[in-house]
């Protein structure tokens, strides 16, 4: 699967956007961008997943650049509850599902 | 509510001594997976089942066993071979295995050794 490269930690203010960035150059064509969040001591949580196309849901909107080389996870009204640990993933699925979790990004939200 | 519970929530463990880390799921999910999380740092995929009786070693199996002889658990034994596990381990299931599907993820056990 390919590797992932993310900030290591980014500050945004209550009820701002937060737009968490993502670089996957070496991603191939049969490749997902998932996007899960770690709040202290808990499990992961699953936010969004998606392979070309723009995607978006109650928690989140993913933008995927043309070129599927780079991903932005937007928060658009970012919380004090959200913040916590951002990982971007990239993976292939199948047979051999898997997920390679790096250091992700922490957001602090600050009020 | 559906779920995924993991007991105890924090576990001892003297020198020596194996221990097993409870994963239970109710979402009817096909694929369970252990991870192994240190401070500051990612997840690192421990073992993984894709169905009932049979699993597969992920990144850092060595120190680890798991059993599979049921559908909604899928316990994970720390032995004494480990030599470094204090960690915090979360336990994961998906659907199935056929791609995309998303992992759901109980709140972790945190082992520590006396």
């Known amino acids: 699967d390919a590797k992932t490269t993310q900030p290591t930690s980014m500050d945004c203010a209550e009820g701002r956007a937060a737009n968490l960035p993502c670089n996957h150059s070496t991603i191939s064509g049969n490749e997902y961008v998932y996007w899960y969040r770690q709040i202290h001591s808990q499990g992961p949580q699953y936010i969004i997943h998606g392979l070309k196309n723009n995607e978006t849901n109650e928690m989140a909107s993913l933008i995927i650049t043309e070129d599927r080389k780079s991903s932005t996870l937007i928060l658009p009204h970012a919380t004090l509850r959200d913040t916590a640990v951002y990982y971007c993933?990239?993976?292939?699925?199948?047979?051999?599902?898997?997920?390679?979790f790096g250091k992700g990004t922490l957001l602090t939200v600050n009020p | 509510d559906g779920g995924i519970t993991q007991s105890p929530k924090y576990l001892f463990r003297k020198e020596g001594q194996n221990v097993t880390l409870s994963c239970e799921q109710n979402?009817?999910?096909?694929?369970m997976y252990w991870y192994r999380q240190d401070p500051g740092q990612g997840l690192r995929l421990i073992y993984y089942?894709?169905?009932?009786?049979?699993?597969q070693k992920g990144d850092i199996a060595e120190g680890y066993s798991v059993s599979r002889e049921k559908k909604e658990s899928f316990p994970l034994t720390v032995t004494s071979a480990q030599k470094n596990p204090t960690a915090f381990y979360l336990c994961?299931?998906?659907?199935?295995?056929?791609?995309?599907?998303?992992?759901?993820f109980g709140p972790g056990t945190r082992l520590l050794v006396l």
């Open positions: 089942s894709q169905i009932v009786n049979d699993f």
């Open positions: 994961a299931s998906t659907r199935g295995l056929a791609g995309i599907e998303t992992q759901y």
């Open positions: 993933i990239v993976s292939k699925g199948g047979s051999n599902y898997k997920l390679t």
């Open positions: 979402l009817n999910h096909d694929a």
